[in-house]
């Protein structure tokens, strides 16, 4: 366990419907990126925020967006989704600032089918 | 573009042998390397990081990096049935993010 949480664990919507999915970082992480895992594929980087700002991307369409708020929790939300964007969404954590670190920690998930 | 490749297996191995997993990468200016192991279903799991030149041992994982080569690899002695699992290489990005390869499937067999 890293102390990463996700929820929902699973979640089924329907093409163009939207969705929010929210992650609470390891404690003393202050920087949560967001990944997405389509099936025998490793994560791809979708974003990532820090003192509540989205401070890097990754080749995702602005229909992918994200919050952090004040506890460093985060939301992935997304808009008009697709049948391709059914995959594992991951979020990890890690400390950014004072003592560099780069190890991240994944939570357990959440399983996005879009049907 | 940078990429990360890896031999996508299944990497099989009997019992009790050592394993021997291979990653290379694109940019050559990375400098933090991680295996991570995701069991089927689960989320990836940080096993090991590298940040030097040369061997990092942590129990039955020894992680290796030769940027020169632009090559790291894990070892994993002793190998287990419980050690089956998808190995997954990762380089970190410019911008504090993790870049994937596609992982490679290893089975050990008792």
């Known amino acids: 366990e890293t102390g990463v949480t996700q929820s929902p664990t699973h979640l089924i919507k329907t093409r163009g419907q939207q969705v929010t999915l929210r992650c609470s970082s390891q404690?003393?992480?202050?920087?949560v990126s967001w990944y997405q895992q389509a099936l025998g594929q490793g994560p791809q980087f979708i974003f990532q925020?820090?003192?509540?700002?989205?401070?890097g991307r990754g080749n995702f369409p602005p229909r992918f967006s994200g919050l952090q708020f004040p506890n460093y929790s985060s939301e992935l939300n997304v808009n008009a989704l697709e049948l391709d964007d059914s995959a594992l969404y991951l979020c990890a954590s890690r400390r950014t600032g004072g003592v560099l670190t780069y190890e991240q920690y994944f939570g357990p998930g959440t399983r996005l089918t879009v049907t | 573009q940078k990429e990360v490749e890896q031999n996508s297996g299944p990497l099989s191995v009997p019992e009790g042998a050592i394993a021997s997993l291979n990653c290379t990468y694109s940019?050559?200016?990375?400098?933090?390397f991680f295996w991570y192991r995701q069991y089927s279903g689960k989320s990836p799991e940080l096993i090991m990081f590298?940040?030097?030149?040369g061997d990092k041992e942590d129990g039955r994982f020894t992680a290796q990096l030769n940027k020169a080569s632009q090559y790291v690899s894990l070892l994993i002695r002793d190998s287990q049935p419980s050690d089956s699992a998808t190995y997954l290489c990762?380089?970190?990005?410019?911008?504090?993010?993790?870049?994937f390869g596609k992982g490679t499937k290893l089975s050990v067999k008792p």
């Open positions: 590298i940040y030097s030149n």
């Open positions: 925020y820090y003192r509540e700002e989205e401070n």
């Open positions: 940019d050559r200016g990375s400098q933090s």
């Open positions: 404690s003393g992480h202050n920087t």
């Open positions: 990762a380089v970190g990005g410019s911008q504090g993010n993790l870049i």
